[in-house]
């Protein structure tokens, strides 16, 4: 009996080597290291239009004209590495900016910018700085005579947009613009206009 129960124990102790051979073997592997950290989840890239509403105030040959914008807007974003934004976009404005004293009136029939933006996403909501081309077209009233004249100049500013709902974004943004001067003839002679003006405006998109 003795002898049988030593050869089955050694028979076992032969098996076992080549049992655990046999046992899968957990290989280092990129899919064990650490949790990725959270990503962004809404991305930004992609063409979007708007419709925006405001009100601008500035100064102008001793002036100080203000009033409502309306208008629209259309741009791209494209998001880059991680988080941060980079794009572009054009602004069109309907303006009822206007004043006028001691015989004479200045108005603002339109203002546009063309701007680059960069920003940083955090999810559903975008911080950005914006800058570029800036353009209007003003006129002037004096003694009855009217003159137009379209001004150029450069714009800067910055806002925050936010998704809120499905391809539906919103935004708050604040803009500074000079526009350089322009000669308008007038009843005394000609007259060379300075303006500038700020805006504060909000608008909406729809990204595609």
Known sequence: MKRLLFAASAALAAATPAFAGDLP????????????????????????VGGHAGWGWGSALGLDPNGYLLGLQAGYNFQLAGAFLAGIETDISFSGIDDKGGGTTFEVDYLGTVRARLGYAVDRVLFYGAGGLAYGRGDLTIGGLSNKQTHFGWTIGGGVEAMIAPNITARLEYLYADLGKETYASIGGPVRVNYD???????MNYKF
Do not use: D, K, Q
Not at 34 to 48: C, D, K, S
Not at 197 to 203: A, D, H, Q, W, Y
């Open 25 to 48: 073997v957990r290989r280092s592997s990129p899919y064990y290291g650490p949790p990725e950290v959270a990503r962004t989840l809404f991305n930004w890239t992609g063409f979007y």
């Open 197 to 203: 003006t700020s805006i504060v405006r909000m608008g």
